[in-house]
């Protein structure tokens, strides 16, 4: 079941490589290790240098998706912080991309709390949060560099 998120049909033509629902989807999903120069790398040799930075993050446009659903921003941590991250603005609603993660991946979220804008999370530590009219899925870590 999980093999059908990394087939090149849930990656969109563009610049985006046939590796891209592979590697930016497992890191997204947490089903892989976060090493921002590893996705910083990736990201620029496939859709160039990032257009902003901010918020501890380096932001890169895109024109792909990902499970279905239209990706237009991938940002990575920027090594600012105390957390690693890789993250996803995604063109729809949180839920109906929760439903479209959980059809191809089996991977299911959960409302973490009562409230109407609660954040979904993942058994693996992966979540989906609002951000205005889209989504915003993620994966954070600790960084262990930023106690030394």
Excluded at 95 to 114: E, H, P, Q, V, W
Aim: aromatic residues 12%; glycine residues 12%.
């Amino acid at each position: 079941m999980l093999a059908s998120w990394m087939s090149p049909a849930c990656v969109a033509a563009g610049a985006a490589t046939s590796t891209f629902g592979t590697t930016i989807g497992s890191g997204l999903l947490c089903l892989d290790q976060i090493d921002p120069f590893f996705f910083w790398t990736y990201l620029k040799e496939s859709f160039g240098v990032p257009y902003k930075q901010e918020g501890g993050a380096y932001w890169f446009k895109v024109q792909t998706s990902l499970w279905g659903m239209q990706v237009s921003d991938i940002l990575v941590s920027d090594g600012s912080g105390q957390l690693v991250f890789l993250a996803a603005t995604i063109k729809a609603k949180p839920d109906a991309l929760s439903d479209a993660i959980l059809g191809s991946t089996g991977i299911g979220y959960m409302k973490d709390g009562a409230m109407r804008y609660s954040p979904l999370e993942s058994g693996l530590g992966s979540r989906i949060v609002h951000a205005g009219q889209d989504s915003r899925i993620y994966c954070a870590k600790y960084n262990p560099d930023s106690w030394r």
